[in-house]
């Protein structure tokens, strides 16, 4: 992996950002007393799940096989792995009982679907062809008779999410090809912001993950759940929100409701599963590995964020996450770390984002180590 001919260009980019970082007074919102962070029930298990024992009754008329439903899902919605039968192709099956949600979610995923129009921004000239294909690709939708909405999406063989991946998977492994999942990231990412849309709930369990066994032994992701997502084009609604506490930017802790920019959040949220990929576990200071499960862990995240927020606390500030400290001294995770440390800053004007690593850094479209990423993606999604 060529670790080395970013090191230099990187370091630069970090010292530039740290330059930049604002020491001026925190702000009221962020200092006076208590913050009463509004958790969004869809991303708290806390907090209940309204369908516990209602599961989509799929007709058998839509050739639909036997779902693995997956444990934990929101209110409202159920997801699980099957098969289409009309062409034998596994697939992920998304259900709601939100015809809004529902028709958001399909509607995003059509727009997601077609490579253009782009916005006109330089940094989307840039993105390599294979973009539109690290999203699974929506074939049908349908009703229930218990009055779910159900959308069908083709994916791989042997598709987990990166949660569980992360958990089963080998560190050594994790560390090996950390670098190719920061890229798949990035680019899904940009391509998002490029078509208008904010993800707003980027972490593990919304990224699948499956591997390239037969020849390079390389990770494919898949970017889904867009349910809490934005398309600027279609709304106004630029606030701050907070769907799942641990992924969560501090800015949409401290200032939740309130208007700013929010496709820097997904950057901070990036940052968070590159961490937790890297090192099984978020940062110290936001440990709470699946989100925020209890009161108590949403007051402390809550205080943790705040405290950051105040002292103008970094991940690779000082001292350093000892995790990331621990990671950069490996040579084949170094640049990661410092990819981390640029989308990870606490104040959102001093994070980079995507689109600012395309305007920046060179786009490894045709180095010989993504090369396999780049016939797989286009491959796989048909």
Known sequence: MPVSRLSLLSLAMLSLAGSMLDHAALSEAATNGPIHMPIHAASNPSLGNQNTNIYPDIPKKERVGPVAWRTNDKPGMR????????????????????????????????????????????????LPLWAPHLFVKA??????????????????????????????SSITYRQHTA?????????????????????GDIKSENILITIDKQQFKTPLLKIIDFDL???????????????TPGFCAPETVLFSRKEGDILKPDSWSIAMVLHDYL?????????????AVDSNENIMYVRN????????????????DPELRQASANAATHDVVVFICLLAQTRPENRMTPMDFLQSIFIPNTEEWLAPLAMNQGIASG
């Open 279 to 291: 090192t099984g576990n978020l940062p110290i200071i936001y440990r709470a590995r699946n989100g």
């Open 79 to 126: 997801t699980g792995y099957t098969t289409d039968l009309t062409t034998g192709n596994p697939a992920f099956v998304k259900c709601f009982l939100d015809k809004n949600v529902y028709a958001k979610e399909w509607n995003i995923h059509k727009k997601l679907e077609d490579p253009f129009p782009l916005s006109a921004d330089a940094a989307c000239k840039r």
């Open 305 to 320: 964020v705040q405290q950051a927020y105040a002292f103008n606390k970094d991940l690779c500030g000082n001292p350093m």
């Open 179 to 199: 670098y190719n999942v920061l890229w798949q990231l990035l680019i899904g990412t940009a391509y998002l912001h490029c078509k208008g849309i904010s993800h």
């Open 139 to 168: 074939i049908r939708y349908f009703p229930t008779p218990n009055k779910f909405r159900c959308i069908v999406f083709w994916t791989q063989p042997g598709i987990k999410d990166l949660y569980d991946f992360i958990t089963e």
């Open 229 to 243: 997502s934005r398309d600027m084009q279609q709304s106004s609604d630029r606030s701050l929100v907070c769907n």
